[in-house]
């Protein structure tokens, strides 16, 4: 099984901020990553797939980076929608699907 | 629109069973895998279960196998998780979600609002 792990478990920042979340895989999973954003008592919403890849409705201000073992999902200027928990998802090697545990992005 | 709309959680003894549906709409349901994706209060996603489009391709986190039980009925779009021999750590959130298709082949595209499971004597 491929073990995703995310840092930082909680991240603060301020409207406007760049913001830089990282995953990491214990194998490789090529580039079939995805970014996932869960708000409060909401279902998570698919925000990029295939490691750099825009779901469709997702602001170009989220970027995502990365192969092998290590993906980055980037924030260009953090807004007040953006607040929330982030999770990567790897699609290479399954079953199972494995996420990270997240990242929740608060304001500071 | 594309809709996932679960129903039949609720309250259950430990080793008690459950079973809950999904409809979908807004989409060819027959032409899409599925899947069920978990969240315990306060934790992260997992995923729990995979069905392939035409029901040839099941799969099962192992946290589930034996117990739980992936069908579909595409003639009435509808998705199903029958759950038995339940234990205390299955209370969570149940999420219908759609596999994604073509390029994003893997991620989940599209998620239901979720029904909760609660696992409790």
């Known amino acids: 099984e491929t073990v995703m792990t995310q840092s930082p478990a909680t991240l603060s920042v301020s409207p406007g901020e760049r913001v830089t979340l990282s995953c990491r895989a214990s194998?490789?999973?090529?580039?079939?990553l995805a970014w996932y954003q869960q708000k409060p008592g909401q279902a998570p919403r698919l925000l990029i797939y295939?490691?750099?890849i825009r779901a469709t409705g997702t602001p170009a201000r989220f970027s995502g980076s990365g192969s092998g073992t290590e993906f980055t999902l980037t924030i260009s200027s953090l807004q007040s929608e953006d607040f929330g928990v982030y999770y990567c998802?790897?699609?290479?090697?399954?079953?199972?699907?494995?996420f990270g545990q997240g990242t929740k992005v608060e304001i500071k | 629109e594309v809709q996932l709309v679960e129903s039949g959680g609720g309250l259950v003894q430990p080793g008690g069973s459950l079973r809950f549906s999904c409809a979908a709409s807004?989409?060819?349901?027959?032409?899409?895998?599925m899947n069920w994706v978990r969240q315990a209060p306060g934790k992260g996603l997992e995923w729990i279960s995979y069905?392939?489009?035409?029901?040839?391709?099941?799969h099962y986190a192992d946290s589930v196998k034996g117990r739980f039980t992936i069908s579909r009925d595409n003639a009435n779009n509808s998705l199903y998780l029958q759950m038995t021999s339940l234990r205390v750590e299955d209370t969570a959130v149940y999420y219908c979600?759609?596999?994604?298709?073509?390029?994003?082949?893997?991620?989940?595209?599209?998620w239901g609002q979720g029904t909760l499971v609660t696992v409790s004597s």
């Open positions: 979600v759609r596999g994604a298709r073509g390029y994003s082949y893997g991620s989940f595209d599209y």
């Open positions: 807004g989409f060819t349901f027959s032409d899409y895998g």
């Open positions: 069905i392939s489009s035409s029901r040839t391709t099941i």
């Open positions: 194998q490789s999973v090529s580039r079939n």
């Open positions: 295939t490691t750099s």
């Open positions: 998802q790897q699609y290479n090697d399954w079953p199972p699907k494995t």
